[in-house]
């Protein structure tokens, strides 16, 4: 019985499926985990893979036409998993132009913002960023203060958002902007005037992965760059629960990581004559791991049949994402302790994961909303 997959979910992919995860679980083997430690640890997001990524077609990986493959929602939840085997800011990078670019293009764009953005996203030959949380608090974005007036034929857009991923390197950002008529979305690119990235620096978690500010300040685009289908708050918060069914799937990767990890220590680790994983104590941390991974795969696996049968509720995505994450967390931190010393460095996958599942734990929402949101399915009551 495989420690990873205890109830034996893998032989249950479809043949898709299986190839989808062989093929990113060989580039995340190959070329990610040789330079994801170096990158974590330099804080930079290692660029030089975005090539590799558009090519092994994984991009926008539910959208069908335009130059996407329109694979199974289980196909997408299998590449998070593994992208987050190797890092959170990895899977990061790709759930946000999959989910947060792509989707709402495909979702709510017109033929023209379709085919002009798509086939380059899914090659990875452009790049987005995903605008809605605001420095005043992202948990709220109904209080969102970035507008948007309409000029003639053009929309003057104001504000200033915070925490973006993938912010400085992307060349489109989907903006997400409160006008007369209420929320809209809006593609601007990077170039136009009155645009600005920053990058948020000192951060202790997700250091592979670019986080911005982005400033703008009377930028104009045309009346062609609104999503037109796109209305209200709606349209983001369906954007989320793409991501956040993500993140479900993701975060079986980080704990997968960390568990087999501490059992490679603890194989050969001797202490008290014996090897540390043939002590009593450190067998049922172990199997607490695969009770808790073994539990959240079953979850996401669930969640994927829900969601390619049609049947998804976002308050069965918030569970799914509140749970699995914080499992990987504590099977991360325990995963670390099991390693001793060495769980303090780059060496070991552990803290490396533990860091970034604290982001993971608090973006897409954070676990106090998705428990509130849980909360309000099951009482009817909005407790926010
Ligand atoms: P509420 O009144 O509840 O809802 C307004 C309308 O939206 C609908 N709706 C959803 N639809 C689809 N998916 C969801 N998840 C939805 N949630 C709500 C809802 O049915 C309603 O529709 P209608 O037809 O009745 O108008 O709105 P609210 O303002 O009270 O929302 C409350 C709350 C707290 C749930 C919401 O604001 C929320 O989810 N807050 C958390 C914000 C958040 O998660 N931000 C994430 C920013 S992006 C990010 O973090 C990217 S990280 C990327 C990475 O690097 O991986
Ligand atoms: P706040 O909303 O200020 O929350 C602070 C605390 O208050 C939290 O503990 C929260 O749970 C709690 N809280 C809030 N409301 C309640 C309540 N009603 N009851 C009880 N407790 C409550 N956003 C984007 O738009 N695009 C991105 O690409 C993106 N990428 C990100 C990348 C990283 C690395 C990080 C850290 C964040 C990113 N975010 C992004 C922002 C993320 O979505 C927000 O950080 C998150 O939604 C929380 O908002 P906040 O940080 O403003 O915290």
């Not at 660029?47 to 130059?67: C, D, K, N, Q, V």
């Not at 759930?95 to 899914?122: C, H, N, T």
């Not at 986080?211 to 349209?235: I, M, Y």
Request: aromatic share 6%; net charge negative; proline share 5%.
């Amino acid at each position: 019985m495989s420690p990873e997959d205890f109830c034996a979910v893998g032989p249950d992919l479809g043949e898709e499926e299986r190839l989808v995860q062989q093929t990113v679980a060989r580039f995340v083997d190959e070329r990610a985990l040789p330079v994801i430690p170096e990158a974590f640890e330099a804080g930079r997001f290692p660029s030089e893979l975005i090539p590799e990524i558009g090519a092994l077609g994984i991009l926008g990986s539910s959208i069908r036409g335009h130059g996407c493959p329109g694979l199974s929602s289980i196909a997408y939840g299998v590449i998070c998993e593994e992208l987050e085997r190797a890092d959170s800011g990895l899977r990061s990078f790709v759930s946000v132009q999959s989910s947060l670019v792509m989707y709402p293009i495909a979702a709510f764009g017109s033929d023209e913002q379709k085919e002009g953005w798509l086939p380059r996203l899914a090659r990875a030959q452009a790049i987005g960023c995903f605008g809605l949380t605001e420095p005043q608090g992202g948990s709220d974005p109904s209080a969102m203060q970035t507008h948007a007036q309409r000029k003639g034929d053009e929309w003057v857009l104001n504000g200033s958002k915070m925490w973006i991923t993938n912010g400085s390197i992307a060349d489109l950002a989907v903006i997400w902007a409160r006008t007369d008529e209420g929320v809209r979305g809006f593609l601007v690119e990077k170039d136009r005037p009155g645009f600005r990235a920053q990058d948020i620096k000192h951060k202790l978690s997700l250091r592979a992965s670019v986080t911005s500010a982005l400033f703008l300040d009377h930028v104009t685009v045309p009346e062609a760059n609104r999503l037109p289908d796109a209305s209200g708050l709606k349209a983001p918060l369906s954007c989320l629960t793409q991501a956040r069914y993500g993140i479900a799937w993701g975060a079986l990767g980080a704990a997968r990581s960390c568990l087999t990890t501490a059992l490679e220590y603890g194989r050969t680790r001797e202490l008290f004559g014996r090897p540390l994983i043939a002590t009593q104590t450190i067998q049922r941390r172990l199997a607490e791991m695969v009770r808790s991974l073994t539990l959240a795969r079953l979850l996401a696996w669930r969640l994927g049949q829900l969601k390619d049968t049609g049947r998804l509720d976002p308050a069965q995505v918030s569970l799914a994402k509140w749970n699995n994450v914080r499992m990987a967390l504590e099977i991360a931190r325990d995963a670390r302790d099991l390693l001793g010393g060495a769980g303090i460095t780059t060496e070991f996958s552990p803290l490396r994961h533990a860091l970034n599942l604290e982001s993971v734990m608090t973006y897409e929402g954070t676990e106090t909303i998705h428990e509130l949101i849980v909360g309000k399915a099951v009482t009817g009551i909005d407790a926010f």
